[in-house]
């Protein structure tokens, strides 16, 4: 879906966006407390802005966020490394937690 017009969308796309429009998770994420989790944002994204990222990683206890600086949507296209980097250290760090 990348470079084209966004007003341009398959039918499936957007059921699936008004499926994630209606759909609120947040009651539930207190519940993984514990787990280790990361959540990053793209300082620049227009659809996931990083106040929604950091509001994510508010609701999960223990979390950590993360800002991409100078990125936007689409961060694992445009910025493979720095997002791979982030990920490895986090199931680095993550690899000692056990169920």
Not at 66 to 78: C, D, I, P, Q, W
Not at 82 to 91: D, P, S
Request: no cysteine; glycine share 10%; aromatic share 6%.
């Amino acid at each position: 879906l990348f470079g084209h017009d966004l007003a341009d969308q398959p039918t499936a796309v957007k059921r699936q966006m008004r499926a994630m429009r209606a759909y609120d998770a947040t009651p539930r994420l207190g519940t993984l407390a514990g787990l280790p989790t990361l959540v990053a944002s793209g300082e620049h994204d227009p659809i996931a802005p990083p106040t929604l990222g950091q509001a994510l990683a508010g609701g999960i206890p223990g979390a950590r966020y993360v800002t991409l600086a100078g990125a936007s949507h689409g961060v694992t296209l445009t910025e493979p490394e720095l997002l791979n980097t982030l990920l490895r250290r986090h199931f680095t760090d993550a690899e000692s937690y056990r169920l």
